[in-house]
Nanobody, 121 residues
Framework: QVQLVESGGGLVQAGGSLRLSCAAS??????????MGWFRQAPGKEREFVAS????????YYKDSVKGRFTISRDNAKDTVYLQMNSLKPEDTAVYYC????????????WGQGTQVTVSS
């Protein structure tokens, strides 16, 4: 069983910043063996990819609209992945989900429960 628990969401004004965290655990889950990702789902829309990071942290990938504003990182000693979000826009409002999988191309195997991010204009 794998547990991914997100935190750090909230309400912020446009132009502001938030840092999301996702703590991973599981009896047979070795965090450093897995790629990690962030997805988001806005009301009435499909869930979409936001960012992902390899198991070692040496490569990252981003949705075009967040490049230069969001940064994904991980701390394998703490079994935690982060999403630093700067210059937030109202269109970034969504529930943000942490995910994990064997590769960055298959990072949607395990899911967290999500954390709400609301950006006011």
């Amino acid at each position: 069983q794998v547990q991914l628990v997100e935190s750090g969401g909230g309400l912020v004004q446009a132009g502001g910043s938030l840092r999301l965290s996702c703590a991973a655990s599981g009896r047979t889950f070795t965090f450093s063996n897995y790629a990690m990702g962030w997805f988001r789902q806005a009301p009435g829309k499909e869930r979409e990819f936001v960012a992902s990071i390899t198991w070692s942290g040496d490569r990252t990938y981003y949705k075009d609209s967040v490049k230069g504003r969001f940064t994904i990182s991980r701390d394998n000693a703490k079994d935690t992945v982060y999403l630093q979000m700067n210059s937030l826009k109202p269109e970034d409002t969504a529930v943000y989900y942490c995910s994990s999988g064997p590769t960055t191309g298959q990072v949607d195997v395990y899911w967290g429960q999500g954390t709400q991010v609301t950006v006011s204009s």
